[in-house]
């Protein structure tokens, strides 16, 4: 992935396109002390070590196939959905 968070992608029919996305800021040591507690969730450890280096993502954000973008969701986002 380049600088500019665009990354070339090989489709199945073998051509190649560029498409970008954007990786949020880290959770916070706050946001993950309080997260169990507000919504009685345990994430698995993968996705935790994610949310440290990216609180959340929007993935594909130009490409018309996957409109809208793909999203993965940061703890600020998945807590409302959990309360719900």
Do not use: C
């Not at 880290?26 to 009685?40: I, L, Q, V, Y």
């Not at 594909?60 to 600020?76: A, V």
């Amino acid at each position: 992935m380049s600088k500019s968070r665009s990354l070339h992608i090989q489709r199945s029919l073998g051509y190649e396109r560029g498409s970008t996305f954007a990786f949020y800021k880290p959770a916070s040591n706050r946001e993950f002390k309080d997260f169990p507690t507000a919504t009685g969730l345990t994430l698995p450890d993968d996705f935790q070590y994610f949310l440290t280096q990216h609180n959340g993502a929007e993935l594909f954000r130009d490409e018309e196939t996957y409109d809208p973008s793909w999203f993965i969701f940061g703890l600020d986002e998945i807590a409302p959905l959990v309360a719900a």
